[in-house]
């Protein structure tokens, strides 16, 4: 029995999707509309990774107000890119096939996110002080990244300004297929861990008495979110607050933390609010490239307010 | 001279203070006792004008709380708060030295410096004069609190709890020194206390308090009986004379 | 004994800005050393026009940005906080990119004021909201701050893109010393004035930090500090934004690493902590300038790297007490 609340957020991310595809549709009937469905591919991708990841992450955290991106793991993979320029040089990275850096991206950020998150999470530090580290390593790894991209390149400017913020107009479509598969591999690894997640959520001391291999599953945890968000970094840019708005948003949807019910609809809101405040943004508003801002505005003043009411209670 | 008039108190519904009126002569030591909840610390507190009143007023030798500047009312009394957790790195002469400014906005003449000495000689902190703060036992740096509130050289001190964190000898030498200040110079002393022995050894008056009321005012040996500590704590509590004076037993 | 440690510090703090001061002069995109700035006649107008003046504002953007934290963790009794990470530079950038926006000519005396007002409300709020975060969990304060600041951020990110401003918030969002020159730095000096002032109020300062009711129990008045106080730390920050641009974490390293050694009793550690965040934005600048010569990476991209290491440093390694 699929959930009523599932199939009418399933029912609204389809209504999105046409709107989106169809909406002003002018011209080159077959070219407008190739465009638009690759586009609201790469979106529907990227909704999925963040939300997922979000989920994933936050539940073996154990922690409510964090994201992959709070932690600074998008601007983890963003420094591992420009790492590789630094490395390699910019000639030979302009001439490396996109899918490749790509994949050596993902490995690098599996690497570092191993290196530098796991201990995080294992000296089981204060909540606070793991948040505030994460947010001043976000931090260290944007500016890092500026310095390199000056140090390459100083009369660029558009290198720094352009990886502030996510950007949807503007999706990288070339890596569209590479994506989805590995969206779709992690999605499925991730459906069917999902009883075990549940467990997770209980804590460390429950989930080993309940005979989960604790580390094994951390790890293969942060791993997964790796993936993901180096799939979304790619493909749009950094996002800190979007996951918290989704699952957010979606536990008070199904009033659960349940994976099976929660991970579905944190994937369905995401696509109803990229796709429906993309297609909002373009036809009523006439000008789509602040959607990101505007959606991370919200995602701050919701990460604003649980952190508020966590606090309090 | 303090003298506390219709003094009420309340947040949102519940009342912490209601319609307190009592007068607390200069000189001598003065004990709030009281079951936890009874509203001694916000007494205290309104007294020493860290809480704005309510109603009511509240004179020191005839100054008002309420509208005396902050200034003149820091040479008059120097208050001592339960809550002795500082953020601040400073070492254990610093911070009493920091209960002078009030005399001398912060430029420490030979005499302040005196002052800070025999304070840090009083409450035994030489040793320990040059530490920061945070490397102190909590009953150091509760004595170090006590000895900057003393070197504020007020007419009357107010300690909230005092003795909290420190060992039988510590808490014994401080009701001394307490008792020893408030006859040698003549200060006026109201202290809340938990040990009402320690109350009644060292205090001339007690006034005890309960659910926001004061249900009994008197010297010790007229307080420290066993129908009067009902009345106050709620249970029996036997009493017993060791060398003339009450001790209340209330162990079993 | 402790005075005279103090002193010494106070000494090699100004020994080390002095070296920085003349090594500052001696360089930049072209080519002038110091013996050619003695020698030559152009030397000396390069000197008075752009060296002098850029060198002048890198100490006084350090030393003000550096006093503006010590005020702000004072007030907020928080040591991880500063102006910049915490709403208030935010705020002021958010401040001179409306007044721009409503009244583009207006002067940068008028602009500097909207953006002080603005820095002002910015960080009343903050410290309000923060005084009602938990005191147990003392990182709920400065992260609160982080993302409050990012807010204000993405919402003059906002309004510049849709105003089309979006070059001059690049400008003020990170700051830069490489279009200093004399006649266009010298607000910073009202910076100066403050940190004076601070100089002067110090012990206040201090017992401030003890908390509310110590400060009223030694006499203190405690609201018109605590409104003297978020003045100077929201004028240092606006002027810093209007003629520098936002540099981060200098308000948060320099206080923490100057309590480390000193202490907290401000009297002595307040001309420490300027000197020392004056030390920390010079060779920030001078690195800036060196790094990719003759090219110059802002002092703000600098500062992000450096103040973040430092800051991540502080947070791990904290000394064995409190």
Redesign the interface.
Known sequence: MIDRRLIILTLLAAVCAIAFLTLGLRGNLGFVLTLRATKLAALIEVGIAIAVSTVVFQTVTANRILTPSIMGIDALYLFAQILLVLILGGLAYATLDASLKFAIGIAALMILSCVLILPMLRGRLDMGLMLLAGVVLGVLFRSLHSLIARILDPNDFAVVQGMSYVNFNDVNTGLLALASLMTLCALVLVWRARHILDVVALGRDAAIGLGIDWTKTQVGCLLLVSVLVAVSTALVGPAAFLGLLFVALAERVVQSRRHALLIPAAALIAVIVLVGGQTLFQHALGNSSTLGVVIEFAGGIVFLILLWRGSRR | MIEINGVSLAYDVTNILSDISVTIPKGGVTALIGPNGAGKSSLL?LV???QPLQSGAITMDGLSVAST???????KM??L?Q?N???????VR?LVG??R??HS??HLTAEDRKVVDEALMLFDLDDLS?R?L??LSGGQRQRALVAM?YC?DTDYLLLDEPLNNLDMYFARDLMRSLRRIADERGKTIVIVLHDINYAGTFADRILAMRNGRIVADGRPDELITTDMLNTIYGFEIPVTTIDGRPVALPFR | MIVKANRTCLVIAGLVLAILFVASLGVGADQATLADLWQGSGGIDLLAISRLPRTLAAILTGAGLAIAGLIMQAIARNRFVEPATAGTAQSAELGILLVTVAWPAASLGFKTLVASAAALLGTGIFLMTAHRLPPTQPFLVPLFGLVYGGVLGAAATFIAWQADLLQYLAIWSNGDFSGVLRGRYELLWIGAGLVAGAWLVADRLTIMALGREASIGLGIDYERMLQIGLVIIAVISAVTVVVIGIVPFVGLVVPNLVSRLMGDNMRATLPVVALSGAILVLACDILGRLIRFPYEIPVGTVMGVTGAVLFLLMLFRRPAHG
């Open positions: 507190a020493a004008r860290l500047p902050g200034k003149v009312l820091a040479k120097a208050i708060r809550d957790h500082l953020g601040s790195r400073l070492t610093e920091f209960g400014f009030p906005r912060g040059g920061f945070e490397t509130a504020q």
